[in-house]
């Protein structure tokens, strides 16, 4: 550097991540330079440098603290693969060479990246000479909150009227925002105001003249409903912002972590994410660690790692875990912490003056008093305030000093300063708990009851939780004093407790158990009579009301009453509610509800339950666990005498082995099942098991043993009057002969199945019938009748939202207009078909759809066209390993090149 004077830098090798870059020495082996190193170093010789680029995985640590001193830095925030390294650097240098500056040519570098089809284009990160403290010095004088703000955003808590205080932070977060900081992190103790000021902050910008398209959303982690892992919390989430999981999200919480990061990322949201601590293992008294699951922290990462992000998060919580701290500090660009405090002397006064509280001397002296022995915590002061404006004290600050000024001596005692804090944290609470007992007996008793609510509520819940009072003077009286908060809706109103507050009316409803039972049950009626979803509601909203309450049966060991919740008819279906989130896929909520069932009760539900637990598994692609679950079920059955049980739990073993391919097994597991249905009479379990046998032998190619399983099946369906399952082993049967060459017969089923499931409204099963008869006419080459079924099954996929059965209909659909050269048409459907794997997250359903559209594409001999949707197919085929379609694709490549007359493809 010394001889060359070179205004880049690059640095092509091993990084170890915070032990730093791997060099050699004078002899030639490895010596690793740490980063404080590699920055003094390039300090020295900031003068001349523009560029550093260290093309070495793990190398974001040092490119942070290189940036201190350099213009331009680039670091990679994971491994890297050798050839995204290479391919990085050729781009980046290209563009350089063409004249362009370093943000177009990092870019260009990404960009080549995903050109070559390698998922790495996130792992290069730049860093410019840009530090968080200098953008408080940008313009802030428009930043003015107007007194009557817009309110576009759905707040809860800020009210511009009642709020005070929070200048400074409120223009330093603006700016951050403003200059494209992608996390925001609001920490402090409870009720300090994180969530008001956050909302004041949002309002703020979107008062201000700035062009900002970020729609807002708040999410809050309080409702007790949610659990810390991701596949929860971050479900929750992504249904906030409006897109349901699919179903590969819900087998594995990766791929939800990927559906997150790009609903984030690919549209411009400011997402206002509270309660974070939530996440966090520990709790308040002994302090919060980790997130309970590593995959948050993995979203974050990747978060503010990423290129590109439209998207922005303001994160409320009461504690950071260390880890995150750590990695979000090497993004100081794209990452702002602060610690919020309690408000300061004149801020508290501000308070007290919007309360309508006197301002003469003595009043002020006695107002500051309180303010300083709380060190301006805004929750409490505002509770203080509105007691003093009520009876006995009439609004002055005097009347309640010489009442209880001996609640505010401090004690002097030489304690460290984590004691102190923990010190002050009970003082925080024990002044609410005070406020709560001292008000009025309808108060206290609606405040304590509707405590138990695990989620914001409307106002009619909580006044008819109200016992021998006047409900609306009740809730009234406790909204003046600032006891009650609203909650984000985009319905009716909804209404909840502060943390701090709910937590202390519940420890004094705790106080009596014969209250706390009869306020849970009491709770649980109003869920179950006074519940009614949204007319946009999604379906596990839909049942809302019976798993809330269930949850309040479970909280006071009301096993029998939660038994019946279980098991209770509910729908249009009126299928048990276990049933229905089966059916509707809420397997994270089927295995909460039937394990907390399962783990506290002896009765037949048990096996249900357990029953349930590993179907629920089963359709998520974990049959190893499934078959856990079903072993304990009939275990539980046969020690319980339960013969029934023990059918239905060796039925569902058969057909976790029947997932698992293993058919011989599976026959093994129905046959036994079969012998005991016919043993204890159970008809439907003897229809299920024909059935199953019919698969089972269908699977292992004994064609006309399974006809005969499904046709015993289907005489005893009838008999029993099932017709659902007629139906569906009449389609089994159509498959069967189908599989026959039989299409005739095939036909003749699948007609019958039709009708009956058209008879008994099953969208579902009219359009599999649907699609079936399709099928079997293709076969039978009258191609015309095949499309109109197929159209037929797509409208009826489409109307149920079926999103699987919609891609097998556009599928057969391209089918049928290629037999016919009706390439055009087929194209039509294979572009929908991509648009819908992309929609779903499936790239390997995109793949296949990509290379069937260049197909045809290149049948209408447009070859340019299709050469380019085979080369993003081939690119989605390397992106999920999938060797078989990336060899498919690079030989139809090659045929395609040939003809363009281009080199073949590489």
Same mark, same amino acid.
């Given at each position: ?694 698969? *089972?032998?269908?699977? +292992?190619?004994?064609? &006309?043993? /399974? @006809?005969?399983?499904?046709? $015993?099946?289907?005489? !005893? %369906? #009838? =008999? ?95 089918? *049928?207009?290629?037999? +016919?050269?009706?390439? &055009?048409? /087929? @194209?039509?459907?294979?572009? $929908?078909?991509?648009? !819908? %794997? #992309? =929609? ?67």
């Amino acid at each position: 550097m010394l001889d060359h004077i070179p205004q880049i830098v690059h640095f092509s090798g091993h990084g170890e991540g915070t032990q730093g870059i791997a060099l050699e020495d004078q002899i030639g082996k490895t010596q690793l330079a740490n980063t404080d190193a590699l920055a003094s170093l390039f300090e020295l010789f900031s003068e001349h440098l523009n560029c550093v680029v260290l093309n070495a995985c793990y190398s974001y640590v040092q490119a942070e603290a290189i940036a201190n001193h350099i213009p331009y830095v680039i670091g990679m925030c994971d491994q890297i693969g050798d050839q995204a390294a290479i391919s990085f650097a050729v781009a980046f240098y290209d563009a350089l060479g063409a004249g362009r500056d370093v943000d177009f040519a990092y870019k260009n570098a990404c960009v080549a990246i995903k050109m070559e089809g390698i998922p790495q284009a996130h792992i290069p990160v730049l860093h410019k000479k840009i530090k968080v403290e200098d953008i408080s010095k940008l313009p802030s004088q428009a930043l003015t909150v107007p007194a009557n703000p817009r309110k576009s955003a759905p707040f809860s808590a800020y009210n511009s009227a009642n709020f005070a205080g929070r200048e400074t932070e409120t223009h330093q977060f603006v700016n951050l925002l403003k200059a494209n900081c992608r996390i925001l992190a609001i920490v402090g103790m409870t009720g300090i105001g994180k969530t008001i000021l956050a909302e004041r902050v949002v309002d703020a910008l979107e008062s201000s003249n700035v062009a900002d398209s970020r729609t807002y959303y708040r999410f809050s982690l309080d409702d007790e409903g949610l659990s810390a892992d991701l596949a929860s919390s971050g479900a929750a989430l992504l249904r906030s912002l409006g897109e349901e999981p699919t179903l590969d999200d819900q087998q594995d919480p990766n791929n939800l972590l990927n559906h997150l990061l790009n609903c984030l990322c690919s549209r411009p949201y400011r997402v206002q994410i509270d309660s974070l601590e939530r996440l966090l293992q520990g709790n308040e008294q002994k302090g919060w660690s980790e997130f309970c699951d590593p995959l948050w922290l993995k979203l974050f990462q990747r978060f503010l790692a990423g290129n590109a992000c439209s998207s922005q998060l303001i994160l409320t919580s009461q504690d950071l875990p260390a880890d995150l701290i750590r990695i979000a500090s090497t993004f100081p660009q794209f990452w702002h912490c602060q610690k919020l405090e309690g408000l300061d002397s004149d801020e508290q006064q501000e308070l007290f003056q919007k309360t309508g509280l006197p301002q003469d001397a003595e009043s002020l002296e006695i107002l500051e008093r309180i303010g300083d022995f709380y060190n301006g915590h805004p929750l409490v002061l505002q509770v203080i305030a509105e007691e003093m404006r009520k009876p006995p004290f009439q609004g002055k600050p005097s009347h309640y000093w010489q009442k209880h000024q001996t609640e505010f001596v401090k004690h002097s005692t030489n304690v460290s300063q984590i004691d102190q804090s923990k010190l002050f944290r009970i003082r925080i609470r024990h002044k609410v708990e005070q406020t709560i007992q001292r008000l009025p007996d309808q108060a206290w008793q609606m405040l304590c009851a509707s405590a138990v609510f695990r989620c914001p509520v409307p106002i009619t819940f909580w006044q008819d939780m109200a016992i021998d009072c006047d409900p609306v003077v009740a809730f009234d009286l406790l909204e003046d004093r600032h006891l009650v908060e609203d909650a984000p809706s985009k319905h009716e109103r909804l209404v909840h407790q502060h943390n701090l507050i709910r937590s202390a009316a519940l420890t004094s409803l705790k106080s009596d158990s014969s209250v706390w039972e009869v306020a849970h049950h009491r709770a649980a009626d109003i869920w179950l009579t006074a519940y009614s979803p949204a007319p946009d509601a999604s379906n596990i909203e839909k049942v809302r009301g019976w798993l809330e309450a269930f949850e309040h049966y479970c909280e006071v060991k009301d096993w029998d009453k939660a038994s019946e919740i279980y098991n209770k008819p509910v729908g249009s279906d009126q299928r048990p509610l276990h049933m229905q989130l089966l059916g509707w896929s809420y397997y994270k909520e089927l295995i909460k509800v039937s394990n907390r069932l399962a783990e506290n009760i002896a009765s037949p539900i048990k096996r249900v339950c357990l029953n349930q637990i590993g179907n629920a598994y089963r359709n998520q692609g974990q049959i190893e666990k499934s078959i856990k679950y079903y072993q304990q079920a009939f275990e539980f059955a046969h020690d319980t005498r339960d013969r029934i049980g023990e059918s239905r739990a060796l039925g569902c073993l058969g057909s976790a082995h029947n997932s698992l391919g293993k058919y011989a097994e599976a026959t093994e597991f129905f046959k036994k099942a079969l012998r005991m249905a016919r043993e204890v009479g159970d008809s439907q379990g003897v229809s299920t098991y024909l059935g199953n046998l019919g698969m *089972a032998c269908h699977h +292992l190619g004994e064609t &006309a043993e /399974a @006809i005969c399983y499904y046709q $015993q099946a289907l005489t !005893l %369906a #009838r =008999k029993i009057e099932d017709r659902a399952y007629e139906g569906r082993i009449l389609g089994n049967l159509g498959g069967a002969y189908h599989n026959l060459g039989k299409y005739q017969l095939a036909i003749q089923h699948h007609e019958e199945h039709l009708k009956i499931a058209q008879e008994i409204g099953d969208r579902q099963s009219e359009g599999n019938a649907l699609c079936n008869l399709g099928d079997a006419y293709s076969s039978l080459k009258d191609y015309r009748q095949s499309i109109i079924y197929h159209q037929q099954a797509l409208k009826i996929s489409q109307e149920i939202n079926d999103q699987k059965g919609e891609d097998q209909d556009l599928h057969n659909l391209a089918l *049928a207009h290629q037999e +016919l050269k009706e390439y &055009a048409a /087929a @194209i039509e459907y294979h572009s $929908q078909r991509i648009q !819908l %794997a #992309r =929609k779903a997250k499936n790239h390997q359903l995109e793949c296949e759809a990509l290379f069937h559209l260049g197909d045809c594409q290149a049948r209408l001999e447009k070859y340019a066209e299709a050469v380019e949707s085979m080369k993003t197919a081939l690119a989605v085929a390397r992106q999920i390993e999938d060797r078989s379609w990336e060899a498919r694709t690079l030989k139809r490549l090659t045929d395609l090149s040939q003809k363009l007359g281009e080199y073949p493809f590489d």
